[in-house]
């Protein structure tokens, strides 16, 4: 059973950083296209960015493009998605997602073949 464990989470200011971690086991890691997705209660969850299987494509929700960064270790089976500028509108639970032989560019949850459990992401105004 492939596992995905998020971690890095926490609560920072307004204008802040935080840098989350994807460790993904059980799975043939260099395969999977990675994406970060969020989601605040009674909303849907949104695609915040995505990282192709070989790390040459990188895609961002508009609200955080020159903000966020995503990036992967093929060789530690982790993605990455550093945070700066932060603003309270990105308060949320991030999760981490892999999608088989995809490119990262899609934003249907349901395209997603694993997800880990989650971490929250507090910023305070």
């Known amino acids: 059973q492939a596992q995905l464990v998020e971690s890095g989470g926490g609560l920072v200011q307004a204008g802040g950083s935080l840098r989350l971690s994807c460790a993904a086991s059980?799975?043939?890691?260099?395969?999977?296209?990675m994406a970060w997705f969020r989601q605040v209660p009674g909303k849907e969850r949104e695609f915040v960015a995505g990282?192709?299987?070989?790390?040459?494509?990188?895609y961002y929700t508009d609200s955080v493009k020159g903000r966020f960064t995503i990036s992967r270790d093929n060789a530690k089976n982790t993605v990455y998605l550093q945070m700066d500028s932060l603003k309270p509108d990105d308060t949320a639970v991030y999760y981490c997602?892999?999608?088989?032989?995809?490119?990262?560019?899609?934003?249907?949850?349901?395209?997603?073949?694993?997800w880990g459990q989650g971490t929250q992401v507090t910023v305070s105004s």
């Open positions: 990282i192709r299987w070989n790390g040459g494509n990188t």
């Open positions: 997602a892999a999608d088989a032989y995809g490119l990262g560019s899609q934003p249907s949850p349901a395209e997603y073949d694993h």
């Open positions: 059980r799975i043939t890691f260099s395969s999977y296209a």
